[in-house]
């Protein structure tokens, strides 16, 4: 389930930065283990906690980083499919971005995004099914 449709803020870490241990395994091509958080500044927060608790070897991330030379992509089509809120809403944090970081902001267009989208959504069911449906048998 999307962070967003459940009201919090969901950051997607690498693979492999969370392990997986004692997770059950939803599913397996596209699912892994992120962070919920109420708001983007507590996910950070906890993302620079993950390192030291897991006693791993990633490095933590910096904020001086994020200052100089980058671009974000807006992909143009994609927006075509939500609310007026929302699309303010991503327009204003990537105008935050250039605001406060000087990132410039590239349209992007992205071929086939519609059926990338239902292919998505056919692989989250599948694999969710066929994962949970292990679980439910044991029951």
């Known amino acids: 389930m999307p962070a967003a449709l459940c009201g919090v803020v969901g950051l997607k870490p690498s693979f492999g930065r969370i392990p997986h241990s004692g997770v059950i395994p939803l599913n397996w091509t596209v699912?892994?283990?992120?962070?919920?958080?109420g708001t983007v500044e507590d996910s950070l927060i906890v993302s620079q906690c993950?390192?030291?608790c897991l006693r791993t070897t990633f490095t933590v991330f910096s904020y001086a980083a994020m200052s100089g030379e980058a671009e974000t992509s807006?992909?143009?089509?994609w927006f075509n499919d939500c609310?007026?809120?929302?699309?303010?809403?991503?327009l204003s944090a990537l105008?935050?971005?250039h605001k406060c970081y000087g990132w410039q902001?590239?349209?992007?267009?992205i071929p086939d995004i519609e059926a990338m989208r239902l292919a998505h959504y056919v692989t989250i069911g599948s694999e969710c099914s066929a994962s949970l449906s292990r679980h439910m048998d044991k029951q």
Do not use: F, H, W, Y
């Not at 807006?74 to 089509?77: D, I, K, R, S």
């Open 50 to 52: 993950l390192p030291i």
């Open 31 to 37: 699912g892994m283990v992120g962070i919920l958080a």
């Open 83 to 90: 609310s007026d809120e929302i699309r303010t809403c991503c």
């Open 74 to 77: 807006q992909p143009t089509v």
């Open 95 to 97: 105008d935050n971005l």
């Open 105 to 109: 902001t590239v349209e992007v267009t």
